[in-house]
């Protein structure tokens, strides 16, 4: 399959906003967020965390549920992409360790999911319009985050 510039361009700026979040996430850097999606965004971490809202909700709601985190990285990987004119949609492989803590232990857990981006190309550039996490597996989860998750 030969790609055009253009597509090849497309890829670059999609897998740009799928790093850019990770990275704004990981360093806390809720307000920078801002730069990856569109404003009427929808993010929906209901299968993960049991969540859905639009970018303010879900910045409130990372500053606050990943505050007690001790740390946590996004590793991606495995990237298919749609791309159809003015619109795109990804599937990205993520491996998120998280280190947690009760207060008087600490244990290191292991989402993995796919992302599940949807993107518009506006005036600015792509942006993400949609983001859906879909559950794939969890590992070393302590009962008692557990019981605060999703079944």
């Known amino acids: 399959m030969t790609m055009t510039v253009q597509e ?19 360093s806390r850097d809720w307000d920078g967020l801002d730069r990856y999606f569109t404003d009427d965004a929808v993010i929906d ?5 049991g969540v859905v809202g639009s970018l303010a909700d879900i910045k409130r709601f990372l500053a606050q549920s ?15 992409y ?47 319009s949609r983001l859906y996490e879909q559950k794939c597996y969890r590992m070393n989860v302590p009962d008692w985050l557990a019981a605060q998750l999703p079944a």
């Open 8 to 26: 090849m361009s497309d890829r670059f700026e999609i897998q740009d906003l799928i790093v850019g979040y990770c990275y704004a996430v990981d």
């Open 45 to 49: 971490y209901s299968e993960m965390v």
């Open 66 to 80: 990943l505050a007690p985190i001790v740390a946590f990285q996004h590793a991606i990987s495995t990237t298919q």
């Open 82 to 128: 749609r791309i159809e004119g003015d619109r795109a949609q990804t599937k990205t492989v993520c491996t998120n360790p998280m280190t947690v803590s009760d207060g008087s232990t600490s244990d290191t857990l292991v989402f993995g999911l796919w992302y599940i981006h949807d993107y518009v190309r506006t005036a600015d550039g792509w942006r993400i």
